[in-house]
């Protein structure tokens, strides 16, 4: 029973220091085999674990141990026969252990909220910062107006205001920011959270009929970070008690940081008044990540989770996965997952065809940054590409440039509107000038809506790809 109960006192330390994630999928059943004068052995379910227990979070298991038996120097990993016994009541299911140490979290964290002025609604991730953002010309403008914001908060730039598509480093930067303002001001109250929380926040204090409780504390906070706030759409309420906030925390010289996938004039959805806020600091965009900032985001990342990828490797995926930030991370995640739980090394021919499969279009093997950056034919204008798509689908370049939407004109036209965007970078309003003058929504649904189906029709992904390859983009 001894051991059991400073294993479970070492576990409760260990949920706190962990990811979630590697928690579960590492530790799965535990038990400590034996307790000797300097050490603890440890018992795991297979030689898998064993190792990547002794690789991966050596330290952090000493460091909990030595909390728990101060005479402790080191610790040891063995295969424990009797860990699937039954009857062994000193193993401890980690899975059954993380559910009701979050439970257990829960009610002190639902108790605490009512004595406590910070917003819970989504902390501030503390393995953000402005130190491992990857800068590059795509987003070195929001970057340095961050960096002014936590220099002198409340005074440079407020509020300020980033946009930019899906994944490419908003909340990064957005939770960097607080995390260097906490660091340096200690004494700042900062509050990260997302429109979806403050939404739910601000429902529930409506019918606990406490909705001052939740002015007051909005009130005695330093620095307010929002995360995509097009969430507020149509929530008049919401969007009024925000505009107190926001006055209120203004008046205050209190740092105001929102972030929107579009710049604040296209906020049609939001009230006028609230929008005009927005626009009262400055206003920045993160912009899709070139070549070297592709790859340097993709080595940085590779060193955070200490594996190892061959540098012609990781050329190849910087040249040939290029829409964001968070699709170099889930290759990164799958080649991790392959090696650990196959032991296969990433190579050149084996990622070549794991993009494939994956629904990457891949350049030649071995291709140099040149080589997958360039095309293979000169694309002199949007035009190119529309006559490349006639051509291809049989039809009249008018009828994809036109506005019937019968299903032989419309796919052909979304997937025009959707190489513009994701090969060409071409802005949202510039292709709706081009087809017709329809407005950055209807291009946006457009693009979304193809997107969509590139991922579920394998036909129509291999018909884009062929266009792609016609013209080298």
Known sequence: MEKQHRLKNILTLLVSDLKKQDFLVYFRKISIMDISETSVTFGVVSWFMRDNLKAKFYDQILAATQNEIEWVKEIFFEVDSEIENPSNTGVIDCISFHKESSKKT???????????NVTKGKSVNNRYSLANFIVGSDNQLAFSACEA????????????????????????????????????????????????????????????????????K???????????????????????????IFNLLYESDKQIIISRDRVPKELTELEPRLRSRFEWGITVDIGKPDFETRLAILQEKAREREFMIPHEVAEFIAANVTENVRELEWVLNQMIAEYELTGNTPTLPRIADKLKKLSFTTDILGSSRHAADTPKTTIRSYEDIIDCVSHHFGIEKEWILGENRKKEFMIPRQVAMYLLKSKMNYTYERIGNIFSGRNHAAVLYSYNKLDKMLKKDQNLLNEVNMIRNSIGI
């Not at 509020?159 to 957005?174: A, F, M």
């Not at 909005?218 to 149509?234: H, M, P, S």
């Open 218 to 244: 909005y009130r005695e906070i330093d620095i307010l970070i929002i995360d995509d706030v097009q969430f507020f759409a149509k929530k008049e309420q919401t969007q009024n008690e925000l505009y107190n």
């Open 149 to 216: 914001v936590c220099k002198n908060p409340g005074k440079s730039y407020n509020p300020l205001y980033i946009y930019g598509d899906v994944g490419l480093g908003k909340t990064h930067l957005l939770q960097a920011t607080g995390n260097d303002i906490m660091k340096k001001f200690k004494d700042k109250n900062v509050v990260y959270t997302t429109a979806d929380k403050f939404i739910t926040e601000y429902v529930a204090a409506v019918k606990k009929r406490n909705i001052e409780k939740l002015r007051l």
């Open 106 to 116: 829960k009610k002190i964290t639902a108790k605490s909220s009512l004595e406590t």
